[in-house]
């Protein structure tokens, strides 16, 4: 892998990491479902006008993925993090990284093996070090919108699996976003209050994190996973992934003065090692057709 295509993997997922931090800044103005509906749509007219529209036979796969991608996950992930600090809920989310190997094992008949077995083990040893903590304040239900965005993330790849044969990650990418985001609006309007008043008043954090979603994290890390992905195999790819919880704990600590103590050490330490061991001995049962983070 050239040194260049080294350094720009590394800066996505900084990028990536950080992004738990800047949705924290978000959803300190705006409803997490409004927030995350706004999200989809800006990434759908951001991205539409160059890949155009879905076809009609598209619409009925896209729509259930819509459904448990743009709608259950990006809910269940942006409820999280507003319960959960940033550091941990990066953490968290990787818990995406065992359970794909397990529906790789149950459904497709995929030999886990004693070193992934470890490895599982070692993730969840973590995260239960890390939710164990005596200064984590998310409880069992912040606990539980990380567990469940990351069980969503999981059935959405078996999803994308099928439709990747026929679709890049960019036409995905925005017709997910194009079908979720009305679907996402309307569970607002169902559950949230406040959506007018927080268009009005957000302030430069609000707006600056909307764009990031949008802007860094869609065009640009996007763009950089996209093209590393077809040019190089996964397996030298994703180990990459797990530079993101490590980013994501630092920027939390640093943006938003988070604090941190040994057990959130050794629970990273753990999950980390744990997912390496996972990554590194079978990647493919791990890929990520549309990219790692929130």
């Known amino acids: 892998m050239l040194a260049r295509h080294i350094a720009l993997l590394a800066f996505s997922q900084i990028l990536w990491g950080a992004n738990f931090a800047v949705v924290k800044w978000g959803l300190a103005d705006w409803p997490p479902l409004f927030f995350a509906a706004l999200r989809m749509i800006g990434v759908a007219a951001l991205i539409c006008p160059f890949v155009g529209l879905p076809k009609k036979q598209d619409l ?25 600090d940033a550091a941990t809920s990066s953490i968290l989310i990787q818990l995406q990284v065992p359970l794909s190997a397990l529906t790789a094992a149950f459904l497709f008949g995929d030999k886990i093996g004693w070193r992934r077995w470890c490895g599982m083990a070692l ?41 990747a044969e026929n679709m890049d990650g960019w036409r995905i990418n925005a017709w997910v976003a194009l079908m979720a985001g009305p679907m996402m609006l309307v569970l607002s309007a169902l559950t949230e209050t406040g959506q007018v008043a927080a268009i009005a008043h957000a302030g430069l954090p609000g707006w600056g994190a909307m764009a990031y979603q949008i802007l860094i994290v869609t065009a640009l890390c996007y763009g950089i996973w996209y093209a590393m992905m077809s040019r190089y195999p996964v397996s030298l790819v994703m180990p990459f992934t797990l530079l993101e919880p490590i980013f994501g704990t630092a920027t939390a600590v640093l943006l938003l003065g ?19 061991i996972i990554i590194v001995r079978r990647p493919q049962v791990v890929m990520q057709p549309v990219g790692p983070g929130a």
């Not at 819509?66 to 992930?77: D, T, W």
């Not at 040994?262 to 390496?276: D, E, H, K």
Request: proline fraction near 2%; glycine fraction near 12%; aromatic fraction near 12%.
């Open 60 to 84: 009925k796969p896209l729509l259930a993925l819509g459904f448990v991608l743009g709608v259950i996950h990006f809910a269940s992930i942006f409820h999280g993090i507003a319960r959960v």
């Open 258 to 276: 988070e604090s941190w103590d040994w057990r959130l050490v050794l629970g990273a330490a753990l999950t980390m090692s744990g997912l390496a």
């Open 123 to 163: 993730a969840f040893i973590g995260i239960l070090v890390l939710v164990g903590r005596p200064a984590f304040n998310g409880g069992w239900l912040g606990t539980g919108f990380m567990l469940m965005a990351s069980i969503s993330w999981v059935a959405s790849n078996i999803l994308i699996k099928r439709l």
